[in-house]
């Protein structure tokens, strides 16, 4: 019998790269591109215990990248090393806009709730932002091709917002541009969208008809007056049910395994 | 024997002038012009216009005050923090920032290579990328020296003629006054040989007036052109060849040295304010004459706690790589 961890035995961290890398057991022997960082962190996990078959490409342009070590940067040479084939970037990307990728996989710094995540900068000026960002990066072309996008962050107040303050990964209601009218991504013939939203206390998937985010599970030992308190708008909760705990055998593979050195600091 | 394009990295940046549009070869802090950068700062360069990305090198250069704009798609020195220069120059803004899409910079570039002026894509689409609000273009094209250099206008929205897919945008080809490419190996011709991610060099080797290649290695042409399919940058599109051993250094250079991971941390951390900054440039670019200052400074021991070992082409952590 599977023995169960208990809250207090991991950190919000780890609960968010576990769940993520359960999450991605419905995409054994699918193709994914996967960001750099937590999205990099649960893959790697995910592969050693749920979808083996799972194929990996990485921005950079390593197609099936089965790196031995967890890599740190997005073109590491932990990443070439043992890949199938590596060219650049263009030969990463364009399989997405090819249509080929069935999921992508990443981080952000806020998310609203509709999907759409921003990655660009914080505040109302563009030109003397209060926080300048990482950018675009893959994280537009992932939201707007890959088949469906899986997103990861901390749940904060501050980052799960009722609008972001730059769109920059494509989620489900988006910006018709020149006017900036907002429309469903599907107008734009824009294909997929975003999944599920697995934060540090739960997933979030996104309604059929609405597509706005409702709280699908919260983490053992989170309820869902702590979600409703750290989410930045009215968020439904009716339909959520308590996760399934999580595994000692899940734990040991991230510790022990996937970052033996903890160098993603998420304990 | 064709003529040799070798030069010194001093001869080599004195290339570029104040207010070029310069790209930066690799990625993040991967393989980068490091050395070349630090050689512009040195030089006292003013007004340059980044392109593409700022991460490693191109902070430095944004740090330096070399650089009045950015246009490009990633600004993080990704597991060390979003670049800090560009990061504190941009909220007090100090520098014009206009975002674009990674898919975007790679169809510019394949758009240069292919001398086609502009290409078609749905990349980007409903996002704020495209918003008119935040399009800076026609600002950072007033600075440029060479202004053709730079597109009239972001993008233009259009139906697709031939298929009936809907909604694309017309993407300008990416076009530079100078590419600067570190690589593992080149030739006295300038046949580049690089190992690991090609980034989009391959293509923005043909975006650029001119191409400046700093390698690892510099070995004979002859070496490199009996294995011709092993090569990515053509002799035929460079102009100068520089060797630069460590060039890249702190990033790591496939095959040939991994990260050095303190000095990047330290540099995060330093250059997160302007006086940081400046103390960190004494004393790693201002102090030392040339890179041969700086690896002198460096040390043998810690750069040899970097070199790669196969077949990795990395350090292994597990094997005496830093943590």
Known sequence: ?267 | MKKSKLVSLQEAMQEVKDGDCIVMGGVVEDRRPVAAACELVRQGKRGLIILAECSLSEDILVGGGCAVAYRGTYSSIGAFGISPCIQRMSEEGRIIVDDIGHTEVCLGALAAMAGAPFIATKACLGTDVLNPAYDNVAKIRELARNKDVLPAQKYVLMEDPFFGEGMVQLHPALKADVFIVHVQQAGEEGTARIDGSLVFDHFAVHAAKKVIVTAEQVVPEEYLRRDPNRNQIPATSVDMVVEVPWGAHPGQVYNYYDMDIPFLMEYAKKALTQQGFEEWADEWIFSVKDHYGYLNKLGAARLEKLRAIPPFGYRPRMRGGMK
């Open chain 1, 1 to 267: 019998m599977a023995e169960f961890a208990r809250p207090g035995d991991y950190t919000p961290a780890e609960a968010m790269v576990i769940y993520s890398a359960r999450e991605l057991k419905n995409f054994d022997g699918k193709t994914g591109l996967i960001g750099i960082g937590l999205p990099l962190l649960a893959t790697q996990v995910a592969k050693k215990l749920y979808c083996p078959n799972m194929i990996m490409i990485v921005e950079t342009g390593q197609a099936d990248a089965n790196p031995i070590e967890i890599p740190i940067s997005i073109m590491d040479s932990r990443l070439t090393y043992g890949s199938s084939w590596q060219m650049g970037d263009p030969e990463g990307l364009f399989p997405l806009v090819r249509g080929e990728i069935d999921f992508g996989f990443i981080g952000g710094a806020q998310i609203d709730k509709y999907g759409n995540v921003n990655s660009t900068f914080i505040g109302s000026d563009y030109n003397k932002p209060a926080k300048r960002l990482a950018g675009t990066a893959g994280a537009v072309d992932i939201g707007g091709f890959a088949k469906t996008t899986i997103t990861t962050m901390h749940h904060q107040k501050r980052r799960v917002v009722e609008r972001v303050d730059y769109l920059t990964t494509p989620g489900w209601m988006v910006k018709k541009w020149p006017e900036g009218t907002w429309v469903r991504r599907e107008e734009l013939g824009l294909p997929g969208g975003p999944s599920c939203f697995i934060s540090t206390l739960g997933i979030m998937r996104y309604d059929g008809e609405t597509k706005i985010m409702y709280v699908d599970q919260y983490f053992p030992g989170v309820t869902v007056q702590q979600i409703k308190e750290n989410t930045g708008f009215d968020i439904d909760v009716s339909r959520a049910t308590e996760a399934e705990p999580i595994l000692v055998e899940e734990l040991r593979v991230l510790r022990e395994e996937a970052d033996p050195l903890n160098i993603y600091r998420t304990r």
